[in-house]
């Protein structure tokens, strides 16, 4: 006989007829909610990164980026990793992982998304010479 659980069926019965997840599910729920956890440090990152550029950034670098296409990519990173924590908060097996990634996006956006202030300092002087 196969394990029980305290609802009195047999979970190896389950699996059997297919009714149970499989490992190829739960890994890719996994995965995605990894994905969405690590795009929502890389954009809390990266919203901090535009509040304080003079700080955070190399100074040689900040003269030959675009500051609207980075904003572009940081909005595009912003809805993709909200949209793998929302997948793995519903379907995912790890809803605090989930739940982190949704919190850390919401955090972001609080302080500014890719709207920060950062308009005169990408086109400063450098700040640190040799």
């Known amino acids: 006989m196969g394990k029980t659980r305290r609802l009195g069926f047999e979970v190896g019965y389950l699996h059997s007829q297919g009714l149970g997840r499989s490992k190829v599910e739960r890994s890719i729920y996994d995965k995605v909610t990894?994905?969405?956890?690590?795009?929502?440090?890389?954009?809390?990152?990266?919203?901090?990164?535009?509040?304080?550029?003079?700080y955070l950034s190399n100074p040689m670098m900040r003269a030959s980026y675009d500051v609207d296409q980075l904003r572009m990519l940081l909005f595009v990173c912003l809805y993709i990793s909200f949209a793998c924590g929302v997948l793995g908060l519903l379907l995912g097996p790890m809803k605090k992982l989930a739940f982190t990634s949704i919190m850390l996006i919401c955090l972001a956006g609080v302080l500014g998304g890719g709207d920060g202030c950062c308009s005169g300092v990408f086109e400063s002087e450098i700040l640190f010479e040799r």
Request: glycine share 4%; charged share 0%; with cysteine.
């Open 34 to 54: 990894y994905i969405g956890l690590f795009l929502a440090v890389l954009c809390l990152l990266s919203v901090i990164t535009f509040h304080f550029p003079q």
